[in-house]
């Protein structure tokens, strides 16, 4: 089973449900992969959420309580951090839109500190329009949301 990084998945491409989407090496959920199989049980047992537009750039953004959250941007945009992050929870977050990118903004010190996203590579996460997505998972040790 050979690790996968989402950004690799083509669009339409052939996976079998064995590949794995790694951690990123640095916390203690460095270890926690998920197959393209879990995710996509995720995916279907998920609740869903549709927020309003995002208009503007965006600190401490609430992406609700739903695990799946269809975002779209009406310019492009970054949001520097999620609000509500606890154990145990995680998000798959998908810019729906049709023509802006969305970018979530690495450890950027406009949000609180325990909403500040990091991802594995210490830069930015850009989602782009029809469909680009991430999993987030919140880590309680390091207080911050982590890119899967």
Known sequence: MADIKISALTAGGALNGSEVLPGDGGSPLATYKWTVDQVKTYCSTASVTSPTTITTNANDYDLGAQDFVRISASTAVNLTGFTN??????????????????????????????????????????LPANGGAAVVLYDPVDTRWRVI
């Open 85 to 126: 992050g606890s154990t145990g929870v995680s998000k798959v977050v998908v810019n729906v839109g049709a023509t802006h990118a969305i970018t979530i903004k690495h450890a950027n010190t406009s949000s609180s500190t325990a909403n500040r996203v990091i991802s594995p590579w210490a830069g930015d996460v850009v």
